[in-house]
């Protein structure tokens, strides 16, 4: 799967979580399961909405209270998936995953950071995720220490002087770039939304 097709996967399983009420952590538990599956296994562009849709499957079974049946994952293909087609391929990306489903996120890397914090480190982290420039340059935890960083200095009325290595810090700037080019991905107004501060304002005063 290439970044291409991996940009039109995470993005429409955003929505698909959305829909359905999903976790961040779901989400992100499903693209790891996919990307495992596809590290040993070519998927054709017609089999990705299969394939995609089994991870959350599978996610959505580890980690919410209360996941749908398998209809309700079929019925949001739009017919391009049946619920019979799910089941087979859950052993399939189990076996994949070697049965570990419990990969570690974006979002346990900030477990200590308050609820505030923590809905803007998930806002950068969607932006990055969602940007295949980000992850093919850089890939998830250089992201998520990106990401922390900027949610910390986000927050600040006075940008904090912090010791960031190169890496980070170019991550950085692309991910402020993506935000302030008004580059909106569709799906990301559930991490916008209720949020106390004016965006455009704060990620204006990452300089480092």
């Excluded at 890496?167 to 916008?192: K, Q, S, T």
Aim: aromatic share 10%.
């Amino acid at each position: 799967m290439d970044a291409a097709h991996r940009f039109i996967a995470a993005d429409w399983l955003l929505h698909v979580c959305c829909q359905l009420g999903f976790g961040l952590r779901t989400w992100c538990c499903s693209l790891s399961y996919l990307d495992k599956f596809c590290e040993t296994t070519t998927i054709a562009e017609k089999e990705l909405v299969r394939w995609s849709i089994t991870a959350l499957f599978i996610a959505a079974k580890v980690n919410e209270t209360g996941p749908p049946g398998v209809k309700v994952y079929a019925s949001v293909t739009e017919g391009l998936c049946k619920a019979l087609d799910i089941l087979q391929s859950e052993l399939p990306m189990l076996q994949a995953n070697s049965w570990y489903m419990a990969p570690c996120t974006a979002v346990d890397y900030v477990g200590w950071l308050h609820v505030d914090r923590l809905r803007l480190f998930e806002y950068f982290v969607a932006l990055g995720m969602l940007h295949h420039e980000v992850i093919s340059n850089f890939g998830s935890e250089l992201l998520c220490d990106a990401a922390t960083c900027m949610s910390l200095q986000a927050q600040d009325a006075e940008p904090r002087k912090m010791v960031i290595r190169s890496d980070v810090h170019r991550c950085m700037v692309l991910l402020a770039n993506i935000h302030n080019n008004i580059i909106r991905m569709p799906g990301l107004e559930l991490f916008v939304q209720g949020m106390p501060y004016d965006l455009s304002r704060k990620i204006s005063v990452i300089k480092l």
